[in-house]
């Protein structure tokens, strides 16, 4: 499974970004996690192919996670961002219980 992220940038403090992946074929999940420099990497978020999703309690409310089964693609639509919310962001998905990985996206929150 190859993954193909987009979005990201310098944004300033509680202003809005948006994050978009596509996979190459159908996943079982998909989401997004994050590594700030010096930290474990988390779950940001993430969504399975019925629509249930999970968030860290940390995005709770200000992160949003939605999908286009047809294409394949996960969004991620963030605002009210903080500067704690600086990391690279990577796309993750699952297939029949095997983790893939795209590249980073750094998202940088600063005024």
């Known amino acids: 499974v190859q993954l193909q992220a987009s979005g990201g940038g310098l944004v300033q403090p509680g202003g809005s970004l948006r994050l978009s992946c596509a996979a190459s074929?159908?996943?079982?999940?998909m989401g997004w996690f994050r590594q700030a420099p010096g930290k474990q990497r988390e779950l940001v978020a993430r969504i399975s192919r019925f629509g249930r999703t999970n968030y860290a309690d940390s995005v709770q409310g200000r992160f949003t996670i939605s999908t286009d089964n047809a294409k394949n693609t996960v969004l991620l639509q963030i605002h009210s961002l903080k500067p704690e919310d600086t990391a690279v962001y990577y796309c993750?998905?699952?297939?029949?219980?095997?983790?893939?990985w795209g590249k980073g996206t750094q998202v940088t929150v600063s005024s």
């Open positions: 074929r159908s996943v079982d999940i």
């Open positions: 993750n998905a699952v297939v029949a219980a095997r983790d893939y």
